[in-house]
């Protein structure tokens, strides 16, 4: 199995940072796009940021200039640095990965199990 672990989250006022942070870990034979997604309330999921393994990177226009992707290949990790935010940010992110699962060499879209954001006015 593959586990994607989350952190970083919390609470903060607006105009400050976060750094999210995303590791996978378990049957990884090898990790494409890494992403980070967000859902707020009463709407629908979100793509945010996204990264490839070879680091080109694309990014939601809500987030540009303030937000941005980054991976550690060695670690397996994706990160997400966030500046400048907004109450509108508020919201459950999500850490998303393409694997391919190294005992069924299968490719699996894998999810985190979310982070709670919040900014505050």
């Known amino acids: 199995q593959v586990q994607l672990v989350e952190s970083g989250g919390g609470l903060v006022q607006a105009g400050g940072s976060l750094r999210l942070s995303c590791a996978a870990s378990?049957?990884?034979?090898?990790?494409?796009?890494m992403g980070w997604y967000r859902q707020a309330p009463g709407k629908q999921r979100e793509l945010v940021a996204r990264?490839?393994?070879?680091?080109?990177?694309n990014y939601a226009d809500s987030g540009k200039g303030r937000f941005t992707i980054s991976r550690d290949n060695a670690k397996n990790t994706v990160y997400l640095q966030m500046n400048t935010l907004k109450p509108e940010d508020t919201a459950v992110y999500y850490c998303?990965?393409?694997?391919?699962?190294?005992?069924?060499?299968?490719?699996?879209?894998?999810w985190g199990q979310g982070t709670q954001v919040t900014v505050s006015s």
């Open positions: 990264i490839t393994s070879g680091g080109s990177t």
């Open positions: 998303n990965a393409v694997i391919i699962n190294s005992n069924t060499h299968t490719t699996y879209n894998y």
């Open positions: 378990g049957s990884i034979f090898s990790i494409n796009a």
